[in-house]
């Protein structure tokens, strides 16, 4: 087998790995990988992916007319894709393995806006569940009330040389001066790039945005063998439900950059460089300043351990986290109750999916997410109102975001 990007230190350990993976249980949390492969990134701290450009984000907010609101809303969805899917490629040179998150976690940050006119985006992310493991997310710019929530978990299995990893689990975009929804599925993918040590994402399949005033995009992906021969490519269309009328396509390669063009003329109405378009920095708090479940503050002693190779370290301080975890659990279970989520609710039904999900045969899969997750505007106000007081929170009293 040829291993051609495993560092020579490691190439002993690469073999054994590639073995472990072929009898893989379909759990990603549980493969032991390599040192040179684990990435000192939580998992909780890819929600943030989906507002890297606040100005995109927040766009279909300003449109009046809702056709192009469809339309800005599948544009946002696609700049994501780069940063979701290829950033770890292109900042550490291969897709690695993040930290699995414990229950609980929390990674919360601010997209700022120095020049007033996007206005500030929060991001609140916390995993609500171990086993499996799921996070949950909201996205919120108060100015233009925009909303996402969402959460997700992840369905993996190898098979030819690739981990095929189907994501349980959607998001839902809100635009609170329209009183509009948009339901999100989410891409499967794959790994490809195993066998020589370079691991890489691929998207596969289609996924779905479909809004409650009747508009439904789908986008389809296809990598390197198929249609065009070039990685990371889609072509997206957005129809009127019920129609065969193609109103836009969208055509490129989401790590390049995409041609949006009008249905019936094909005349081009604008292309998207996601190359050259910058991204706006996450601000996360100081380390010191951080509640003892956000991420960078639970994980502190391990990430700085993984980033200096220090292997011992890194096996000493993620057992601290996981016994706690245990004690956590055990606790919980003499008490006989549940770990209570800062932000997120368990709900049976959860109406805004129900509807749109209806139209396209989308269904929740709680099974494997450990229940459907939503975003509590009320528990939410408790933790404003307590940062703000300092004390106990009184909910009735605030005002909830967008
Ligand atoms: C599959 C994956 C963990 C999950 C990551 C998800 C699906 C998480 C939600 C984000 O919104 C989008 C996203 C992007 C990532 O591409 C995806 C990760 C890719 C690899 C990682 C595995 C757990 C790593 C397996 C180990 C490999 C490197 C051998």
Redesign the pocket.
Known sequence: EEDGAVPAAAKGSWAPFLKSIASFNGD?AS?T?PPF?LSSTS?TE??G?WAEHPEIFVAPAQEKDPQKRALLVLKWFLTTLKQ??SSRNEKLGS????LNPFLGELFLGKWKDPTGKIGETQLISEQVSHHPPVTAYAILNEKHGVKLEGY?G?KASFSRGT?S?R?VGHAKYHLKEFDEDYLITLPS?H?EG?VYGA?Y?ELNKSSTIISSTGYVAQIDYSGKGWITGKKNTFCATLKKEGSKDILYTIDGQWSDGFVIKEGKTKKELETYNAKTTEITPLYIAPIEEQDPLESRRAWAKVQESINTGDLETTGTEKSKIENEQRELRKKEKEEGREWERRYFTRVMDDPVFTRLAESCEIVAEEGKTDGIWVFDEKKFAQVVEKARTGGEAKAEVVNTAA
Do not use: T
């Open positions: 990603l493969l990988a492969i998992l890819y929600s992916y979701q899917y897709e690695k393995k993040p997700n992840q981990i990893v994501q993918l790994i195993i691991p994402v």
